[in-house]
């Protein structure tokens, strides 16, 4: 059985009005960032009574350019990877990785391209148009234009998030295979709430999140 997982109340309650009664599923609801995300995933993964056979972790984002083909307000986007984005020395709005030999750091995540590819099928036969590329997580949303465009030029990512690279470290150390799935709610770019459009965001996101649970499901 597929467990899903959301940051938030908004995103899950839109996902549970779409999603089938006859669609099995766990829920749960992470709280918001990476230690949060990371300690609550773990705890219901390793006392579960019922087996996870795969996460499909999804709800809203930051895009970080709309030009030259990136998402746009609405727009849904699939993970091909996760990158933990802030991990490293902030120099004014600029981060330089930790790197070092007496290191070990792990920041950057692949997702399961298996599920992957069935929900990139899901979607096509659907007729909903999505991106797939590479996510940020962060533990501080980017207020900045200028902050955005370095994250995004450093991974060449579409959009950020705050729990993402937390649920891939988790479903890593449990060898669960890993859905991400998001719709831009906002553009990454000097700070400006009227331009956001969560609660629309949310709502879509948990439709389509509905949509490819069940098609997994039957997959």
């Known amino acids: 059985m597929f467990l899903v997982a959301a940051a938030t109340a908004f995103e899950m309650d839109a996902f549970l009005r779409a999603c089938p009664p006859e669609v099995p599923f766990l829920s749960l609801i992470t709280g918001v960032g990476p230690v949060e995300a990371a300690v609550r995933l773990t705890a219901f993964v390793a006392l579960s009574a019922v087996r996870v056979q795969g996460v499909v972790n999804f709800g809203v984002a930051g895009a970080y350019c709309r030009e030259n083909g990136g998402a746009d307000l609405l727009d849904l986007c699939l993970a091909e990877r996760e990158i933990l984005g802030d991990l490293g020395v902030c120099h004014g709005e600029e981060i330089e990785l930790l790197r070092g030999a007496s290191l070990e750091i792990v920041d950057a995540f692949e997702l399961d ?44 990512a579409l959009c950020e998030n705050m729990e993402g690279a937390a649920a891939a470290r988790v479903c890593q150390q449990f060898a669960l295979p890993l859905l991400e799935l998001r719709c831009i709610s906002n553009l990454v770019e000097d700070r400006n709430l009227h331009s956001w459009r969560l609660r629309e965001a949310c709502a879509r996101c948990g439709e389509v999140a509905a949509a490819v649970v069940k098609g997994l499901s039957h997959g």
Do not use: D, I, Y
């Not at 391209?113 to 962060?138: D, E």
């Not at 207020?143 to 994250?151: I, Q, T």
């Open 113 to 156: 391209r298996n599920l992957l590819a069935r929900a990139a099928a899901v979607l096509t036969s659907s007729s909903v148009p999505f991106h797939c590329g590479p996510f940020v997580t962060v533990s501080c949303v980017s207020g900045s234009r200028r902050r955005g465009a370095l994250l995004a030029q450093t991974h060449r």
